[in-house]
Each structure stands twice: as structure tokens, then as C-alpha cells.
């Protein structure tokens, strides 16, 4: 009679990976509290030795240097930790918002996720699918084209088609690090807010959360894709982004074939305007920057205002540029549905700011849920001046960073206790949008573009009466007219 083994036969691969599963979430913790510790500390204590110093040309030289060092020890963070820093990096590291140390090392880390193996990506495919690669394409590029936090892309060719798709397949395993990388970051920003800088960040950081959960169900993003779209098409004669075509019957929650665009990235537009010939300042390529700048703010006020469905993540790597100075938006893993009431309470503050008016803009920084508590004697300039920092685009005449965190921002002096959590996406897509501006070498409103379409918006949820449109209209080219002089 045989027996078996004494013992049974031991699983050591198993062990391993699940070992390695359990042990990696609390590595990375510890790795993001000890480097956050030392660039947070680093910082107070120079605060506390720039003090002493009078000079002001040297204050800016040692803040200079204080920053490049601190963009080092950010990008080696963002850099080695990966997943979820990368999108830290990519809203931090806005021309706009940041030091410019800061911005000049973060912006390379937009398309540096590292792309995991083909052998390892394969499987999926094929699982998610249900069919052998070489079944389903003619052709497929096991090089991907980008890699990002969550998920990379292939360039692909069905077969029996003549036309090029794209596979974006999820990094397996991504979705419990990125959370445990999220409820690091929301721990120190309530110490932040608790020590430095009062803002209601713990309902921002519960909408980012509950944003970056949604993008792990790649069934969700087909179907916002094909809703963009179409409203866009609606409502427009002539589409002013193109939005990529989904193929049907291939989306699973880890896997999105798409129609392929060929475009370059909008990040590499000086480059390639250098290549042709183009002086990136000359009457061309301003034209041309101009008229990207156009289509995207047209695209994105119809999308929030009008319809309240929009794309949410409007960053350089996300925005293609395609023959004849199209625009492509790609990657809906972000999107937004604004409730009713948020998206008219919107459309009020984007009148309010296009026409300068500071009255009614505080109302309406009220009606969407904004609680403030005013620390200066100047109440409704800096509630303005808030809102406006917030909620567009526009920089200030001589200004090319806003530094929302420096001693005389608004932000400092007017404490925002309270801030609406679904109303994070259009603060985060404005940011987006004034730091693609400020990158293009552009300075506009899109408080004042969007205008028009706040004013159909209120009329149409029967707000604003036809007169009463043709008032508002009349009345906001008056006050900007006498707030220029």
C-alpha cells in the first residue's frame, strides 16, 4: 500500500508572494512617513532661520535653494514610491501652484510609472477577454506606449480590421497599494490643516479617494466615454475635442480597447513646433496654442456647466494634440457627475467672478457649500480674490505662480472650514487648466469664456428669465468695463 509524503509538500512560492503582499503596504508607509517627515521639517526650521534674515534679494536666493532641495527629495519620493505619488506629483507639480524648483523635477514623472512585463500583462488580457492574444489582434505591440499609476496601454491591430486600437490593461495588484498610499496622504494632510494651513482638506481627500476607486472598474469608463461624447456631439456643429471610440464587446473591469489616436502628447508641443521651424512665440504658434486653449475651455464649460457629466483629469499626459492643432482628451478613469445644485451654485460663481463682482460671488461660495472664516480686516476683497484662485483660471497682472500656501495668500487669510466634497473635481480640473495655460504661455479667464454658457445654464433650469439674461449681460460688460479703468 503507498503512502505519501510525512509531510505534505510546502508552497513556498505561495508563501512568498503572500508574504510579500502583506509586508509591502506597511514598508511603503514607512518609507512615505520618514521622507514626508524630512522635506516637512526641513522646511519649518528653514522658516525659522530666513526669519533672521533682512535682505530680501538673499531671502529669495535661500528660498530658491531651499526649494530646489526640497524638489530633489519630493521626486526621489514620487519617483521610487510610484502608483498613487505619480498623480501627487502631476496636480503638485503645476507651473501655477508650486515653486518653480519644484515643478522643473516633478513634470518629467508624468509618464515614468513603470510598465509591468509583458508575460505578466498577457494572462490578463487574455483572461478578462476570454481568447488568446493572437486570436483577437493581427498585431500587438508588447512594448507599451505609456504607463501610468494604474494601468498601461498597448497599440494593438484587430484582426480583420485595417484600422489601429489601443488595449489599456490594470497593473495587477495596483489597487491595495494606491489605497494604503491614500490613507497616508489623508493622514498628514489633517495634521496640516490641524498645524498650517486651514482648509477643509479631509473632504478633499475623501473625494479623491472615492474618484481614484472608480478608475479600478474600467466597465464604468467605457460607458462615461461613450456619454462624453455624445453630449459633445449634441451639442455641438463642430466637436471641439475628439473623444477616442469604444470597441465593443471588449471592456471587462481590467481591460478597455479603444480606438487608437495618433497625436502628440501636449507636453511636447514646443518641441515639436521647434522641429518644424516654429518660433513657440511667434504669431503661429501662438494661433495655434490659442485656438488648443479654445477647445479645450469650450469643451470642458459645456461638459461641467451644461451637461455636469465631465472628464476630471485634464493633466498634460491626458490631452493630445492631433493634425491641424486638434485636441484629443483620453483617459475618463476620473469623471464626474455634479449634483444639480453644484452645478448652477458653479454657474452663479463663474458670473460672479467673469463680471467682478464680489457680492455676489461671496453669495454664491455660500450656496455651494463653501464654509469660510475671514481672519483680516478686508473680508469681501479676500473672499473674492479666494474664489477667484479657486475657481479660475486668470492670474493676477506681473503674477506667474499663485504660492496659494505663502503668508499673504487669500488662503491663509480666510480659513475655508468647510468644502464640499463633490465640488473637489472642478476646483482640481481649473488647476489643471490654469497650469496648461500658464505652460502654454497663455494668461486667460475660463470664468470668462464660460460666461455664456453659465447664463443658458441658469436659464434653462428656469433660474434666469430671457430679460434678465439680456440684463445680466449688459450689466457685466458695464462693470468689467469700469473695473479695467
Given at each position: 500500500?503507498?503512502?505519501?509524503?510525512?509531510?505534505?509538500?510546502?508552497?513556498?512560492?505561495?508563501?512568498?508572494?503572500?508574504?510579500?503582499?502583506?509586508?509591502?503596504?506597511?514598508q511603503?508607509?514607512?518609507?512615505?512617513?520618514?521622507?514626508?517627515?524630512?522635506?516637512?521639517?526641513g522646511?519649518?526650521?528653514?522658516?525659522?532661520?530666513?526669519?533672521?534674515?533682512?535682505?530680501v534679494?538673499?531671502?529669495?536666493?535661500?528660498?530658491?535653494?531651499?526649494?530646489?532641495l526640497?524638489?530633489?527629495?519630493?521626486?526621489?519620493?514620487?519617483?521610487?514610491?510610484?502608483g498613487?505619488?505619480?498623480k501627487?506629483?502631476?496636480?503638485?507639480?503645476k507651473?501655477?501652484?508650486?515653486?518653480?524648483?519644484w515643478?522643473?523635477?516633478?513634470?518629467?514623472?508624468?509618464?515614468?510609472?513603470?510598465?509591468?512585463?509583458?508575460?505578466?500583462?498577457?494572462?490578463?488580457?487574455e483572461?478578462?477577454l476570454?481568447?488568446?492574444?493572437?486570436?483577437?489582434?493581427?498585431?500587438?505591440?508588447?512594448n507599451?506606449?505609456?504607463?501610468a499609476?494604474?494601468?498601461?496601454?498597448?497599440?494593438?491591430?484587430?484582426?480583420?480590421?485595417?484600422?489601429?486600437?489601443?488595449?489599456?490593461?490594470q497593473?495587477?495588484?495596483?489597487?491595495?497599494?494606491?489605497?494604503?498610499d491614500?490613507?497616508?496622504?489623508?493622514?498628514?494632510?489633517?495634521?496640516?490643516?490641524?498645524?498650517?494651513?486651514?482648509?477643509?482638506?479631509?473632504?478633499?481627500?475623501?473625494?479623491m479617494?472615492?474618484?481614484?476607486?472608480?478608475?479600478?472598474?474600467?466597465?464604468?469608463?467605457?460607458?462615461?466615454?461613450?456619454?462624453?461624447?455624445q453630449?459633445?456631439?449634441?451639442?455641438?456643429?463642430?466637436?471641439?475635442v475628439?473623444?477616442?471610440?469604444?470597441?465593443?464587446?471588449?471592456?471587462t473591469r481590467?481591460?478597455?480597447?479603444?480606438?487608437?489616436?495618433n497625436g502628440?502628447?501636449?507636453?511636447?508641443?514646443?518641441d515639436?513646433?521647434?522641429?518644424?521651424?516654429?518660433?513657440?512665440?511667434?504669431?503661429?504658434?501662438?494661433?495655434?496654442?490659442?485656438?488648443?486653449?479654445?477647445?479645450l475651455?469650450?469643451?470642458y464649460?459645456?461638459?461641467?456647466?451644461?451637461?455636469?457629466?465631465?472628464?476630471?483629469?485634464?493633466?498634460?499626459?491626458n490631452?493630445?494634440?492631433?493634425?491641424?492643432?486638434?485636441?484629443?482628451?483620453?483617459?475618463?478613469?476620473?469623471?464626474?457627475d455634479?449634483?444639480?445644485?453644484?452645478?448652477?451654485g458653479?454657474a452663479?460663481?463663474v458670473?460672479?467672478?467673469?463680471?467682478?463682482?464680489?457680492?455676489?460671488?461671496?453669495?454664491?461660495?455660500?450656496?455651494?457649500g463653501?464654509i469660510?472664516?475671514?481672519?483680516?480686516?478686508?473680508?469681501?476683497?479676500?473672499l473674492?480674490k479666494?474664489?477667484?484662485?479657486m475657481?479660475?483660471?486668470?492670474?493676477?497682472?506681473?503674477?506667474?505662480?499663485?504660492?496659494?500656501?505663502?503668508?499673504?495668500?487669500s488662503?491663509?487669510?480666510v480659513?475655508?472650514?468647510?468644502?464640499?466634497?463633490?465640488?473637489?473635481?472642478?476646483?482640481?480640473?481649473?488647476?489643471?487648466l490654469?497650469?496648461l495655460?500658464v505652460?502654454?504661455?497663455l494668461?486667460?479667464?475660463?470664468?470668462?469664456?464660460?460666461?455664456?454658457?453659465?447664463?443658458?445654464?441658469?436659464?434653462?433650469?428656469?433660474?434666469?428669465?430671457?430679460?434678465?439674461?439680456?440684463?445680466?449681460?449688459?450689466?457685466g460688460?458695464?462693470?468689467?468695463?469700469?473695473?479695467?479703468?
Open positions: 500500500m503507498p503512502f505519501g509524503p510525512l509531510f505534505p509538500s510546502f508552497d513556498f512560492d505561495g508563501f512568498r508572494e503572500n508574504l510579500s503582499t502583506r509586508i509591502l503596504p506597511f511603503r508607509s514607512v518609507q512615505f512617513w520618514v521622507r514626508t517627515a524630512d522635506i516637512y521639517t522646511y519649518k526650521v528653514f522658516q525659522a532661520q530666513v526669519s533672521f534674515v533682512k535682505d534679494k538673499k531671502q529669495e536666493e535661500m528660498w530658491e535653494r531651499q526649494h530646489e526640497a524638489a530633489e527629495k519630493i521626486y526621489n519620493m514620487c519617483s521610487e514610491l510610484g498613487f505619488f505619480l501627487v506629483a502631476q496636480i503638485v507639480g507651473p501655477d501652484l508650486a515653486p518653480a524648483a515643478v522643473k523635477r516633478l513634470v518629467t514623472l508624468c509618464d515614468q510609472a513603470p510598465a509591468t512585463p509583458y508575460h505578466v500583462i498577457r494572462p490578463v488580457i483572461t478578462e476570454g481568447r488568446s492574444i493572437d486570436d483577437l489582434f493581427e498585431t500587438f505591440d508588447v507599451p506606449l505609456g504607463s499609476s494604474i494601468a498601461q496601454v498597448h497599440r494593438a491591430r484587430l484582426s480583420g480590421d485595417k484600422n489601429d486600437v489601443v488595449v489599456k490593461v497593473h495587477p495588484g495596483v489597487q491595495n497599494l494606491m489605497m494604503t491614500l490613507r497616508n496622504l489623508q493622514a498628514f494632510t489633517v495634521y496640516l490643516q490641524k498645524t498650517d494651513i486651514q482648509f477643509d482638506f479631509h473632504s478633499v481627500m475623501s473625494e479617494a472615492k474618484q481614484i476607486g472608480y478608475e479600478f472598474d474600467f466597465t464604468r469608463e467605457a460607458a462615461a466615454m461613450e456619454r462624453i461624447q453630449f459633445l456631439q449634441d451639442n455641438n456643429k463642430k466637436c471641439p475628439k473623444v477616442p471610440r469604444v470597441v465593443k464587446n471588449m471592456v481590467r481591460v478597455l480597447v479603444m480606438e487608437y489616436i502628440i502628447p501636449i507636453v511636447k508641443l514646443g515639436e513646433m521647434a522641429k518644424r521651424g516654429l518660433d513657440p512665440g511667434g504669431k503661429m504658434a501662438v494661433a495655434a496654442k490659442q485656438n488648443i486653449l479654445k477647445s475651455t469650450l469643451a464649460g459645456q461638459m461641467i456647466l451644461k451637461c455636469g457629466f465631465f472628464h476630471a483629469d485634464p493633466h498634460p499626459g490631452i493630445l494634440i492631433c493634425k491641424g492643432s486638434k485636441v484629443a482628451l483620453i483617459d475618463y478613469g476620473q469623471v464626474k455634479l449634483p444639480e445644485n453644484l452645478r448652477l458653479y452663479n460663481l458670473i460672479a467672478i467673469a463680471d467682478d463682482d464680489p457680492i455676489r460671488a461671496i453669495e454664491s461660495l455660500r450656496e455651494l463653501i469660510t472664516q475671514p481672519k483680516c480686516e478686508n473680508e469681501q476683497q479676500e473674492f479666494l474664489a477667484q484662485s475657481f479660475d483660471t486668470k492670474l493676477p497682472p506681473g503674477v506667474k505662480m499663485l504660492q496659494p500656501f505663502s503668508e499673504e495668500s488662503i491663509k487669510k480659513a475655508v472650514q468647510g468644502f464640499p466634497e463633490e465640488l473637489f473635481s472642478v476646483l482640481r480640473t481649473v488647476i489643471l490654469r497650469g495655460s505652460g502654454l504661455g494668461n486667460y479667464s475660463c470664468a470668462e469664456q464660460w460666461r455664456p454658457i453659465a447664463l443658458e445654464a441658469l436659464r434653462q433650469a428656469g433660474r434666469l428669465k430671457d430679460e434678465e439674461v439680456n440684463k445680466s449681460q449688459k450689466m460688460i458695464i462693470r468689467r468695463t469700469f473695473r479695467r479703468r
